[in-house]
């Protein structure tokens, strides 16, 4: 915590070839400037000792630009270890430049704990830590069997470290898990022996940065593996959504070891003419209605802006009835700090709805008007059947959906291709703007659809549904995918199979002309 607010209030920020510029994004401010300490001018890789020059000359000169300046040295991992903290801080030390070390989580402890691998066990009650680079080791000390080796490094300068752990004495049958990306989404881990570990790293292509542990805790992987045997692991999800909706789904697919692109394939606008929407409001504030339905979080924020414009609050909604069309809705009501009166208790849905909407009793309710703030592209199946129960319904636009921009064209690429593994519509709408922009997804990606409605019109578009979410809810559909992903996994197992994502399993088809 300490970290992020020292990066948020941060004038430059130093960082090193593996803390690269993208991972800043989010954590600081627009204008900050980014100095790469990982290379030179010219591009070569700088030593400890330049490093520590470039910090100085990069804190002093932030200092003469605006006379107190706040510099970052962002390291990758803990900076107490093997990242050339004494170096640096030293450095600044002779230069009077005063300084604060904020500890981080060592690379040391956390690739093991995401691979499943404990450093210590009854049996194994100390840890070694080596830089791989390090020329001057004394191996011998660290060939006992109660003791976890752990070595960090390039893939090249891991193998001969193996190697000389092995001429050593550590017994070649010691397990050892090869750990690569750790603590990320694209972890891939190998485990093997010590006798064989060296061949392994150098027929593999592993990226780097790697880790090795070597020693009998490696043997836990198997039942301790949390991290890679998530039910999404891996998968790349395409989420045709606006980035401001999309937040709490792709949060929650990356619980589930997934990565998402959003793809913006709508965009909500004011109503071209907002004299209905303005009748509405104030017809809601003389007490016009008897109740109000919010078939979206898109129509409560419209209603809310209103209020805001013409100096509202929820004071207004006093005696009012208020029905949400699912629990998305209803949590948008409750930001507010509004109860609905009526939500689904089934189908999440405008026919859900009005399975649970009372009739219209003369002798009960006061006024038999209800107002519907919907978007312009809206279906009638809510207006019709309240109607039907004796409700007069004003229909109101609050708000239009526009067909966002094309994506880039490798997006458009990826969706046609196969490399997305599985795409999440959560409305109809979303599933007509994808196609007519991007083009519909490849037969192997896997197809998500949050209700019945929205499953039916990607099946008039020619998909396969593979998911539909048991609620109306973004949570929802995430969790029926980890389901199906889950069941991925238990057939592969069953089949003694590798698990493979869907992006692995497509097939190459060709198209044949057919002559009449």
């Not at 199906?484 to 002309?513: H, I, N, Y």
Request: charged share 25%; glycine share 8%.
């Amino acid at each position: 915590m300490r970290a992020a607010e020292l990066l948020q209030a941060a004038d430059v920020v130093v960082i090193d070839q593996v803390a690269r510029e993208e991972f800043l994004a989010g954590h600081v401010r627009e204008d900050v400037q980014v100095v790469d300490a990982g290379h030179g001018e010219t591009g070569q890789p700088l030593t400890t000792a330049s490093r520590a020059k470039l910090v100085v000359r990069t804190a002093k000169a932030a200092a003469d630009d605006t006379g107190e300046a706040l510099v970052v040295r962002l390291m990758d991992g803990d900076p107490a270890t093997f990242n050339g903290l004494a170096e640096e801080a030293l450095a600044c030390h002779k230069a009077g430049i005063s300084f604060e070390i904020v500890p981080g989580v060592s690379a040391v402890a956390a690739v093991p704990a995401y691979a499943g691998v404990p450093l210590t066990s009854a049996s194994s009650r100390a840890v070694h830590v080596i830089p791989a680079r390090e020329s001057k080791v004394d191996w011998s000390r660290s060939v006992d069997a109660d003791i976890t080796v752990v070595i960090l490094g390039a893939p090249d300068t891991l193998a001969p470290a193996l190697a000389n752990l092995l001429d050593a004495g550590r017994h070649p049958e010691t397990p050892v898990a090869l750990t690569a990306q750790g603590t990320t989404i694209r972890q891939s881990t190998r485990t093997t022996t010590l006798a064989e570990a060296s061949a392994t790293l150098r027929k593999a292509t592993v990226p780097f940065p790697t880790l090795a542990i070597v020693g009998s805790t490696v043997e836990l992987r198997e039942q301790l593996s949390w991290w890679e045997t998530k039910p999404l692991y891996g998968w790349n999800i395409l989420v045709p959504r606006t980035k401001d909706q999309a937040g709490s789904m792709t949060r929650r697919l990356g619980s589930y070891g997934a990565s998402s692109d959003v793809v913006p394939t709508i965009s909500v606008e004011p109503p071209r003419t907002p004299q209905q929407m303005e009748r509405a409001v104030k017809g809601l504030v003389t007490g016009r209605y008897e109740w109000i339905g919010f078939t979206s979080a898109n129509a409560v924020r419209a209603v809310r802006e209103k209020f805001v414009e013409y100096g509202l609050d929820v004071r207004a909604f006093a005696g009012l009835k208020i029905a949400a069309v699912g629990g998305v809705t209803a949590d948008s009501l409750r930001d507010w700090g509004l109860e609905p009166d009526l939500v689904p208790s089934g189908e999440q849905s405008a026919r859900g709805l009005l399975e649970d909407w009372p009739d219209f009793d003369e002798l009960v309710d006061p006024i038999n008007r209800v107002f519907l703030p919907r978007a312009d592209i809206a279906t009638d199946t809510l207006v019709a059947g309240l109607q039907e129960m004796g409700w007069e319904v004003d229909d109101v636009t609050a708000y239009r959906t526009v067909r966002a921009a094309p994506p880039a064209p490798e997006v458009r690429e990826a969706i046609k291709s196969g490399k997305f593994d599985a795409v999440c519509f959560t409305s109809s709408s979303t599933v007509r703007n994808l196609v007519g922009i991007a083009g519909k997804p490849h037969a192997s990606t896997v197809v998500a659809c949050i209700g019945p409605a929205t499953a039916k019109t990607a099946e008039e578009h020619g998909l396969r549904v593979d998911v539909l979410a048991s609620e109306a809810s973004a949570e929802s559909l995430v969790d029926a995918l980890a389901d199906f992903g889950r069941g991925l996994m238990m057939a592969a197992a069953e089949s003694g199979e590798p698990v493979r994502r869907p992006s692995e399993k497509k097939k190459s088809t060709s198209r044949r002309k057919v002559k009449a």
